[in-house]
T-cell receptor
Framework: NAGVTQTPKFQVLKTGQSMTLQCAQD?????MSWYRQDPGMGLRLIHY???????DQGEVPNGYNVSRSTTEDFPLRLLSAAPSQTSVYFC?????????????FGPGTRLTVL | DAKTTQPNSMESNEEEPVHLPCNHS???????IHWYRQLPSQGPEYVIH???SNVNNRMASLAIAEDRKSSTLILHRATLRDAAVYYC????????????FGTGTRLKVLA
């Protein structure tokens, strides 16, 4: 199993540009989520999905869109990049949402918006 | 949401045990205590979790206070590879898919 994969590893954007961060998992997990991590901070939840076709907002959803057309993939779209979106983005997945389920994280995408 | 409080940083010598504390005084009776760690330039990885009883696995031990208002992650023999940020997280019962990551404890291991 490759686990959770993310592409690209690094990306530089100009203000106003749009892009999609890719996330895929091969563990047949129903739950997937996107986090951002700013320097010296913990992770903050952007959006999450509890299964194909079902998504919901986390703590900091503004400026981001998601969709979940398959169990495996959960892309994150930046609609119009802003310098405040400079961050490291992590995708995660888990089998379920019970108290004992654990999350598996991808290696992250480091995004810089100029 | 129940919050956790951890020291910002700790240091340990290599090969010595490390006790990483976490306070969660507003924990609910059904909240599980999870620990994750984040190695430099990597995503977080699961370490251990528990509800009431102390737990052991190949990575660490989790000691939970009798009143559950605090817990301690124990690394029995710290290695340089254990240098990371350690996060203590409370997980609610199913239906609330939300992990609240604080700023964690940055563990420095000295050779």
């Amino acid at each position: 199993n490759a686990g959770v994969t993310q592409t690209p590893k690094f990306q530089v954007l100009k203000t106003g540009q749009s892009m999609t961060l890719q996330c895929a998992q091969d563990m047949n997990h129903e739950y997937m989520s996107w986090y951002r991590q700013d320097p010296g901070m913990g992770l903050r939840l952007i959006h999450y999905s509890v299964g194909a076709g079902i998504t919901d907002q986390g703590e900091v959803p503004n400026g981001y869109n998601v969709s979940r057309s398959t169990t495996e993939d959960f892309p994150l779209r930046l609609l119009s990049a802003a310098p405040s979106q400079t961050s490291v983005y992590f995708c995660a997945s888990s089998l379920g949402d019970s108290s004992t389920d654990t999350q598996y994280f991808g290696p992250g995408t480091r995004l810089t918006v100029l | 949401d129940a919050k956790t409080t951890q020291p910002n940083s700790m240091e340990s010598n290599e090969e010595e045990p490390v006790h990483l504390p976490c306070n969660h005084s507003t924990i609910s009776g059904t909240d599980y205590i999870h620990w994750y760690r984040q190695l430099p330039s990597q995503g977080p990885e699961y370490v251990i979790h528990g509800l009431t009883s102390n737990v052991n696995n190949r990575m660490a031990s989790l000691a939970i206070a009798e009143d559950r208002k605090s817990s301690t992650l124990i690394l029995h023999r710290a290695t340089l590879r254990d240098a990371a940020v350690y996060y203590c997280i409370l997980r609610k019962p199913s239906g609330t898919y939300k992990y609240i990551f604080g700023t964690g404890t940055r563990l420095k291991v000295l050779a």
